[in-house]
């Protein structure tokens, strides 16, 4: 491509970004290291607001999203999602339309990024550059890729992996670089954070009862005999039921006269 087409072509996306009526965003200041997902951001001339946007924890969607809104929209998405918690962030785009002026489109089913305690991942289905449908098997991290047509012009990363000076992590599973820097596009971003590790520990198991101490004296059958002098063996029944045969007893009769 020649000097004077990628100049025009450059010029030609800038103006389609700024007559589109792209929100321009100031750049937050960092503050406290959060877990962060965005579907769709850009940086550079234009900066477009992050959407949807969830920092910390939580989740947010936006459906069948054209920008800029109007005829000639530069990209057409059927679901923005954004999700984020402590360790982990998690964004994807589906349905996936990119137009720039010049260039051919850039289609995709399905653009995920994943990062989960500073392990971050991208999967992408169906992605298309104009005609040529481009093979992904295993994505590794800052895969990059320059389709012929966009060569001198764009250049798309695949992936892309950036170890923030805070110590988190941010996963980009598509990234457009227009000419060098000028102008960058996002899709599907998630920052994640090293999360709480540690495991909650399982609750005491309840011992087991003590058996009561034993009695140290059984009871004993009113029954039987315990051996004393006082018992008498006319006191009880024979083995059939019967009353004992009265014994007579010695006794003493005082006699007066």
């Known amino acids: 491509m020649s000097t004077k ?3 025009a072509f450059g010029a030609g996306v800038l103006s ?16 406290e290291v959060e877990d962060e997902a965005t579907a769709l951001q850009a940086e550079g ?31 057409h998405a ?11 962030a998690n964004a994807s785009t589906a349905d996936v339309r990119l137009t720039l002026p010049g260039a051919p489109e850039i289609e995709a089913s399905l653009i995920v990024a994943d990062c989960e305690n500073l392990q971050g991942s991208t999967s992408i289905a169906n992605l298309r550059v104009g005609d040529q449908e481009i093979k992904l098997d295993q994505i590794q991290p800052n895969q990059e890729l320059i389709p012929d047509p966009l060569v001198g012009v764009a250049r798309i ?23 060098n820097g000028t102008q960058t596009l996002d899709l599907s971003k998630a920052t994640c954070t090293e999360g709480d590790s540690t495991e909650p520990t399982d609750p005491a198991e ?11 004296v059984e009871p004993t059958d009113p029954g039987e005999d315990d051996g004393g002098d006082n018992d008498n063996a006319g006191d009880r029944a024979d083995e059939n039921g019967n009353a004992p045969t009265p014994v007579p007893q010695p006794g003493h009769l005082d006699v007066t006269g």
């Open 5 to 7: 087409r990628t100049a």
């Open 157 to 179: 990363t695949l992936n892309k992996q950036d170890q923030n000076d805070d110590g988190s992590l941010s996963v980009t599973a598509l990234a457009v670089d227009l000419l």
């Open 78 to 88: 059927g679901v923005f999602n954004a999700f984020a918690e402590d360790g982990h």
């Open 16 to 31: 389609a970004l700024l007559v589109g009526g792209i929100a321009f965003a100031p750049v937050a200041s960092a503050q």
């Open 45 to 75: 001339l234009v900066d477009i607001t992050p959407v949807p946007h969830v920092v910390g924890s939580g989740k947010d969607s936006l459906i069948a999203a054209d920008l800029p809104p109007d005829t000639g929209s530069l990209l």
């Open 206 to 216: 309840p011992t087991d009862p003590t058996d009561p101490a034993d009695p140290t």
